[in-house]
């Protein structure tokens, strides 16, 4: 009897205990996941532009007297903006944030705490809070910056047996991957180096050593959590030849036609225009020789003019010349009588 009275107060006290902790662990681990959904539920996310003006939403309760804090609680409650006695309060604001930031004045009436971030840096991400307060009370809410440079621009070419694809100025840090088309049976022996800038940017580079085959064409894509982009290059494509090939394929069939017709009508009117400036060219050859037959014949005009003028002068001097000789003739006449009668 004493045994089995034993035996069912260490089997109650042994549920017992088991009953009680496995509720505990139970219980805690519900408040927790609550917790966590709390937090999320009254914690936003918003994704901004590196480089770029963003918008981190408030609403603040109407009334008189607003006023607003604005704080990056994850750097330790820097003051990010200030605005009380109906103006911006900006002598104790951080200097990350010094002349990027900015209400919406006109919306504070209708309850629009909103805070406008201009240039947004890497550093700005993290979690922040909106203080408000009017004559009708008081409220904080929360909110989470995430910043992103997106892949941009890739670069990939070819030196030998050897491919390089490389990208810069992006965050998150992104994944480099390789594939090719067809697929390749051997494996792609590839090296990739990640390096982060002073602006906390990410520069990814990675260089291919690819089995030998004429056929196959490289994809090099780029992605991180909000982007992704993917440049081709066939194995033994000149860059140019491949240039040529992507905008062909983004202008499509029309933007080729309308391209071979801007390059007709233009060669068309270069060979108008030739034709122009070659019959001008001849315009001013006959004008130039028929200015220099006009200065010929003025010239000619001109000798004409100063042999007439130097024939009158030889008459008139003949004349005179005639003229004395009939004066002495006639003086020789006349002494002829006197001396026969003398």
Known sequence: MAETFY?????????YFKTFYFKTFYCKTFLFMFFLLSVS????EVSCVFRQSCLLPC?????????IH???VSAGELLV???YHSKDQLGLQNQNFKNR?????????RGNASLLLKEVKIQDEGRYKCYTSTSTGYKESFINLKTEAPVSDIRIHQDGNRITCSSEGIYPQPELTWSTE????????????????????????SSLTGPDGPDLTYSCSIRTRSSRRTETLKKGESAGGKTWKVILGLIGPAGAAAAAAFLKKKCKKEEKDGKKQKGDEEKKSKDSKKGESESFGNFSEESDSVDF????????????IKGEFVKIKMSVTTEEPESGST
């Open 70 to 72: 604005w704080y990056q």
């Open 59 to 67: 609403q603040i309760q109407l009334g008189s007297d607003p006023l």
């Open 309 to 320: 003028q130097h024939s009158r002068a030889i008459k008139t001097i003949r004349d005179d």
């Open 7 to 15: 035996f069912i107060t260490f089997y109650f006290k042994t549920f």
């Open 41 to 44: 539920a009254s914690d936003p």
């Open 182 to 205: 067809p697929p390749s049976n051997t494996a792609l022996q590839n090296r990739t180096t990640v390096h982060q800038t002073e602006e906390k940017l990410y520069d990814i580079s």
């Open 101 to 109: 930031t900015s209400l919406i004045l006109d919306q504070l009436s």
């Open 81 to 83: 903006h200030s605005y």
